[in-house]
């Protein structure tokens, strides 16, 4: 199957600061790539999608300006959180969608995750 | 709106028993794709089995087969011969054709007793 990267794993950080997490599709092109908040024993809930070329499009009760979303080529999509609070603090997962070309199915896959810790 | 629900929490079997974890989904739409995707410790999603929703025929992928039955909108995972490794949170998920989004249950943690 393709391989889908995140980094970092983890990160610790002060709050007030910003970070950067990337998620790279490694062997395929990926138009578009997912950004999903994982807390503690729970299920995965998408927070946006992230279109290449063009402006991300965020779910209900996301705030665009503190989570800001760059697809800047079909095989990077770079998560910012920016002036962290410990509230911030989860498990980020991206997952990315290749492009087959044909039929209804395009298969996502999913990075490793990133763990944020906000002091 | 798509809903996905997981009515088990936590689940255990003893090692080499069959294990069933439930998922039951509501949705208007008539075509459709079901996963089971498998969490383990290391928190990396990995997709078990997909289903597409227009074919009658249940998928099997190894040990793990499904239940799927669309009248009752339910789409129920099947583990024989389990093994310590398929310890993990295993969430069922729907997406619409053609669609991006998946919409997940909340997870059963299935632990796998040696």
Partial sequence: GAVVSQHPSRV???????????CRSLDFQATTMFWYRQFPKQSLMLMATSNEGSKATYEQGVEK???LINHASLTLST??????HPEDSSFYICSAR?????GFWNEQFFGPGTRLTVL | AQTVTQSQPEMSVQEAETVTLSCTYDTSESNYYLFWYKQPPSRQMILVIRQEAYKQQNATENRFSVNF???AKS???K???SQLGDT???????????????YFGTGTSLTVIP
């Fill in chain 1, 12 to 22: 610790i950080c002060k709050s007030g600061t910003s970070v950067k997490i990337e």
């Fill in chain 1, 65 to 67: 300006d503190k989570f």
């Fill in chain 1, 79 to 84: 998560l910012t959180v920016t002036s962290a």
């Fill in chain 1, 98 to 102: 290749k492009n087959s070309g044909t």
């Fill in chain 2, 69 to 71: 039955q669309k009248a």
């Fill in chain 2, 75 to 77: 789409f129920s995972l």
């Fill in chain 2, 79 to 81: 583990i024989s011969d």
């Fill in chain 2, 88 to 102: 993990a949170m295993y969430f069922c998920a729907f997406m619409k054709r053609g669609g991006n989004q998946f």
